[in-house]
């Protein structure tokens, strides 16, 4: 199975902050990877897929790049509905694996 | 817009088997552009995919309960349905089903349902 690490595990941030989560495979994955957004209560959202195209509606402070075994997701300017948790997970190979999720929360 | 909604038992017992099923609604499930899977989430914790079934009728499931798994369609419907045989309380989560949209470049789940929770107990 590929191992997918994200860290940090939490981050506290201000609104207007930049914001970076890393999600590194155990294994290359070319840029089979996505990035889900979940609220409280709620199920994941797409946001970001093959890496770094953005998925349609979400809006573009969020950024992905990466390939091979090292992502990153960016947010270039927090703003409050951002607080929620994102995990990366890919899809080079079953069984598709998700990482362990990057809390983001109001300092 | 596409909807996808679980339903079944909330409560089931340990050893028994924990069936779910998931209605799409507003787009086709028998659309080759598309696949279905099933995903869990312990309280509290992070996302296990369980498995996935493909318009070829292909399944692929996690190794770690393979042996427990069946994932299905039932095109007539528009439904498909997850069977966990033999469960514990370790398979206690909020089970979401979901879309999965693939191509040469991309694989991921882009249609969530709102999940719902089943707790193992007696």
């Known amino acids: 199975d590929i191992q997918m690490t994200q860290s940090p595990s939490s981050v506290s941030a201000s609104v207007g902050d930049r914001v970076t989560i890393t999600c590194r495979a155990s294994q290359g994955i070319s840029s089979w990877l996505a990035w889900y957004q979940q609220k409280p209560g709620k199920a994941p959202k797409l946001l970001i897929y093959?890496?770094?195209s953005l998925q349609s509606g979400v809006p573009s402070r969020f950024s992905g790049s990466g390939s091979g075994t090292e992502f990153t997701l960016t947010i270039s300017s927090l703003q409050p509905e951002d607080f929620a948790t994102y995990y990366c997970q890919q899809a080079n190979s079953f069984p598709r694996t998700f990482g362990q999720g990057t809390k983001v929360e109001i300092k | 817009q596409l909807q996808l909604q679980e339903s079944g038992p909330g409560l089931v017992k340990p050893s028994e088997t924990l069936s779910l099923t998931c209605t799409v609604s507003g787009g086709s499930i028998s659309s080759s552009s598309f696949y279905w899977g099933w995903i869990r989430q312990p309280p509290g914790k992070g996302l296990e995919w369980i498995g996935s079934i493909y318009h070829s009728g292909s399944t692929y499931y996690n190794p770690s309960l393979e042996s427990r798994v069946t994932i299905s369609v039932d095109t007539s419907k528009s439904q498909f349905s997850l069977k966990l045989s033999s469960v514990t309380a370790a398979d206690t989560a909020i089970y979401y089903c979901a879309r999965g949209s693939a191509s040469y470049y991309y694989d991921h789940f882009d249609y969530w349902g709102q999940g719902t929770l089943v707790t193992v107990s007696s």
């Open positions: 093959a890496a770094s």
